[in-house]
């Protein structure tokens, strides 16, 4: 988007900006959890000086007593053990600044749709953010059926983006579930703003919101239109249920023209003569599958595209490194992912005419 990075994170990366950027990143952003605008960085020994800090801010021109404003932290430091205690302390020091200033204060409690602040404190550095996105990007609003094991929308515009996808060449994505990883490939190629899916973000809710500015942008956005022709997409699931729902979702995403179902196996799969990408997202044995049978999927997924994906590139996003080595095929990358704490990696298969397993 033409931002100078300042600063790299391991989950993030810093830039300065003003509440018009903040706005712009929350409607384009399509990998990002969260576009959060630095308040206070600082030293904090306890609870007690949290408060203090916190206090110091000047929430009354950020938050409107009528406001309702919740707080969430990640806290790993010696002199709490609840983050909740810590998340109590922020919410204090901020409803009792908003009090002091004008005699009321804001509701506050769990729920991410409104106002939300945001701290993070690792030992003694305390940081504390407005979370300018509310509910974390990932909620798109189109998944209105999760089906079994979805992938976060996030995570699936990652994947998607790691591959290179651009909506010129043909995608398949057999094991389509409720069709995440199809559904972010179409917003992709059409060059459709992701924001655009959403009517609430955490910035609406700032004091001086500028609504005027948020239509506009949106009325930009929503101009910006890919005029190339795009690709087939094709998804594929064993079970109706999924595929019933990915097209649910893929309608709210107003994307079902771009995208055709079929429940079948995944390696029945229609296939499109011109080559392109074939991604497949199986069950990986954490919260679903039973390894044994799972151990038979993935070799049957070496076999699919051995026997029918000569010349795609094939790709296979999982988290069991052991399960991937049923696949028996060489791969030419190993990109690693976070799926919430499970270490994945999205692998990738040059499948060339004549591509033999290692085995064999
Ligand atoms: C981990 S889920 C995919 C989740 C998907 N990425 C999403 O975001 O919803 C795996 C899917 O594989 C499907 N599946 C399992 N065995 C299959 C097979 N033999 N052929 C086709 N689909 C299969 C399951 O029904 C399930 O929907």
Redesign the pocket.
């Given at each position: 988007m033409g931002y100078t990075i300042d600063a790299f994170r391991p989950t993030g990366v810093e830039i300065t900006a003003n509440i018009d950027d903040a706005m712009r990143l929350n409607l384009f952003l399509r990998t990002a959890f969260n576009v959060l605008v630095l308040i206070d960085a600082f030293q904090c020994a306890d609870p007690d000086e949290l408060y203090r800090r916190v206090n110091a801010q000047p929430w009354e021109e950020m938050i409107s007593p009528d406001e309702y404003l919740s707080v969430v932290s990640s806290v790993n430091t010696p002199t709490i053990n609840d983050r909740r205690f810590a998340s109590l302390k922020v919410k204090d020091a901020i409803v009792d600044r908003v009090a002091s200033v004008h005699g009321t204060r804001p509701d506050s409690g769990p729920l991410r749709e409104n106002f939300v602040v945001q701290l993070y404190w690792n030992g003694t550095d305390a940081l504390i953010f407005i979370n300018t996105s509310g509910r974390k990007l990932a909620d798109r609003n189109y998944?209105k059926m999760?089906?079994?094991?979805?992938?976060?929308?996030t995570l699936?515009a990652g994947v998607m983006t790691a591959t290179g996808y651009d909506g010129t060449v043909p995608l398949i994505?057999?094991?389509?579930?409720?069709?995440?990883?199809a559904i972010e490939a179409a917003l992709i190629a059409s060059g459709r703003a992701p924001g655009l899916l959403r009517d609430n973000f955490g910035f609406m809710h700032r004091k001086g919101f500028d609504s005027d500015a948020w239509q506009s942008m949106r009325r930009d956005a929503r101009k910006i239109r890919n005029r190339g022709i795009i690709a087939p997409i094709i998804a594929?699931?064993?079970?109706a249920n999924?595929v019933h729902?990915?097209r649910k979702n893929a309608e709210t995403a107003g994307v079902h023209h771009m995208i055709r179902f079929e429940v079948?196996?995944?390696?029945?799969?229609p296939m499109t003569p011109e080559r392109g990408i074939v991604v497949?997202?199986?069950?990986?044995g954490e919260?679903?599958?039973v390894i044994a049978e799972l151990e038979e999927?993935y070799g049957?997924m070496g076999d699919f595209f051995k026997q029918r994906c000569a010349g795609w590139t094939g790709y296979i996003?999982t988290g069991n490194l052991e399960l991937s080595k049923r696949v028996g095929l060489r791969t030419s990358r190993r990109i690693e992912f976070f799926n919430a704490k499970i270490d994945c990696r999205l692998l990738k298969y040059e499948l060339y005419e004549g591509t033999r397993r290692k085995d064999g």
């Open positions: 998944r999760p089906h079994k094991a979805p992938m976060q929308e699936a994505n057999p094991m389509c579930g409720s069709g995440t990883l594929s699931d064993i079970d999924a729902a990915a079948c196996d995944f390696a029945e799969t497949i997202n199986p069950e990986y919260r679903m599958g999927t049957r996003f």
